[in-house]
């Protein structure tokens, strides 16, 4: 009942990104939990008691006994700046749920639901046209696209661990365009271009852990997912009004009801490195990359809007953070058990606008504060970054994020002696 609740949550998040237009919106990327905090990385990352399903090979190293459920929300506040005026907005989402559990000490497996993509914008501008006057243009969307996964992943010998996510991709987005006039004798035009997805796609993941001194670790971890053909669903209705005194007349210029289509998505690839001193240092490094320059939307290259200033490029993103715990087993001193966490990461974008792709810069700090006789922890995480450029009549965005990620710990397949 939580899963579905949730998975009806996931379709309805908020997002004021002029750059959510193109695409399928503004990606998400696959850094939750207490990793948020550490720039995203986690591809190498293997924890006892937190779930990474960034890499589904990092299932088998829960706890035996554990039963570990995910879930949080973030906050954005962004401000967005142009060369010809500027914006504040406030974004609130559901980010992430996520459960996992042992089915033998060399098999484990997890599930869970996360957005895939986001799109909201509003976008309009006024332009003179001589013999016309003056046209208005007004551009805006919304929408989600979701995943569910399944996982599991193996061990089939001492340091190597493979595993494998079934996702299920889902959801709506709507873009709607209205062209207006001064003069009351020219039509309005307006069109509604919707897209559903719905299909399966899988992500591998390997693991290899190697001991280097007691109780410290390094550890390699590899993800890849081929280039996917996603069923979608596409609509189209354009029609043209024209008001008369106070009646209305339309017509209709193009009606596509809803029909079957593929979209393309990219192959993916990441590599991350982790240090792992046990409870006391983590630190992890990740490379990931998409190959958008290779994805089609219904046989096209560019999804809607198809215009001569905007490509879709591949996206890379590296990240960096670290975890430092003073005392994991203090008794007397609260915050010697706590855990700060800090990160950075660079990403190039799978948008080109204007010949400039767009690049977004982050720093991230936090702190995992463990619940009293418990594993259980609450995560928070504080990201500042920057998105984009204000050069050649294009969107600058400073924002600063808070998140909220509690990983729930319990104790379960316990065989009691006493009841």
């Known amino acids: 009942m939580i899963f579905c609740g949730l998975s009806g949550i996931a379709q309805n998040n908020n997002t004021t990104s002029p750059f959510s237009r193109y695409g399928l919106g503004d990606l998400h990327q696959y850094g939750y939990g207490r990793t948020a905090a550490m720039g995203g990385a986690s591809l190498g990352s293997r924890h006892s008691v937190q779930i990474n399903s960034a890499n589904p090979a990092s299932y088998?190293?829960?706890?035996?006994?554990?039963?570990?459920?995910d879930f949080g929300i973030d906050g954005t506040y962004s401000k967005y700046k142009s060369s010809t005026?500027?914006?504040?907005?406030?974004?609130?989402?559901?980010?992430?749920?996520?459960?996992?559990?042992?089915?033998?000490?060399?098999?484990?497996?997890?599930?869970?639901?996360?957005?895939?993509?986001?799109?909201?914008y509003e976008v309009a501008f006024t332009e003179a046209v001589t013999g016309v006057g003056n046209v208005y243009h007004s551009y805006s969307g919304d929408g989600t696209n979701s995943k569910a996964f399944f996982g599991a992943s193996i061990s089939p010998f001492k340091g190597l661990s493979v595993g494998a996510n079934l996702n299920y991709i889902f959801g709506r987005i709507t873009q709607n365009t209205g062209i207006g006039f001064d003069s009351a004798d020219l039509f309005?035009?307006?069109?509604?271009?919707?897209?559903?997805?719905?299909?399966f796609t899988l992500t591998y993941g390997l693991q290899y852990d190697q001991e280097i001194k007691k109780n410290q670790y390094l550890t390699l971890g590899v993800t890849f997912e081929k280039q996917s053909d996603v069923t979608a669903l596409h609509r189209l209705y354009s029609q043209k009004i024209i008001t008369v005194s106070s009646s209305s007349l339309s017509d209709t210029l193009e009606f596509i009801p809803e029909s079957k289509g593929i979209i393309k998505l990219p192959s993916t690839f990441g590599i991350g490195l982790s240090?792992?001193?046990?409870?006391?240092?983590?630190?992890?490094?990740?490379?990931?990359?998409?190959?958008?320059?290779?994805?089609?939307?219904?046989?096209?290259?560019?999804?809607?809007?198809?215009?001569?200033?905007?490509?879709?490029?591949?996206?890379?993103?590296?990240?960096?953070?670290?975890?430092y715990i003073p005392n994991a087993f203090s008794i007397r001193n609260y915050f010697s058990r706590v855990r700060y966490r800090a990160g950075l990461h660079h990403e190039s974008s799978y948008l080109k606008l204007n010949n400039h792709q767009i690049k977004?810069?982050?720093?991230?700090?936090?702190?995992?504060?463990?619940?009293?006789?418990?594993?259980?922890?609450?995560?928070?995480?504080?990201?500042?970054?920057?998105?984009?450029?204000?050069?050649?009549?294009?969107?600058r965005n400073n924002y600063t994020k808070f998140s909220l990620y509690l990983n729930l710990y319990d104790y379960w397949f316990v065989k009691r002696k006493f009841d």
């Open 60 to 69: 088998d190293a829960n706890d035996s006994l554990s039963f570990i459920f």
């Open 85 to 120: 005026g500027k914006m504040n907005a406030n974004d609130v989402n559901f980010r992430y749920f996520s459960l996992s559990w042992p089915v033998t000490k060399w098999l484990g497996a997890g599930m869970g639901i996360q957005p895939f993509s986001d799109m909201g």
């Open 188 to 199: 309005y035009i307006s069109k509604v271009e919707g897209t559903r997805l719905r299909d």
């Open 275 to 323: 240090y792992n001193k046990v409870n006391k240092l983590e630190v992890n490094v990740d490379y990931y990359h998409a190959a958008w320059s290779k994805a089609t939307f219904f046989g096209e290259k560019l999804y809607n809007p198809a215009t001569d200033n905007v490509d879709l490029v591949d996206q890379s993103r590296i990240s960096a953070g670290f975890e």
């Open 360 to 395: 977004e810069f982050g720093v991230s700090f936090g702190a995992g504060f463990p619940f009293p006789k418990s594993k259980s922890t609450a995560n928070f995480a504080l990201e500042f970054g920057k998105q984009g450029t204000t050069k050649d009549n294009l969107v």
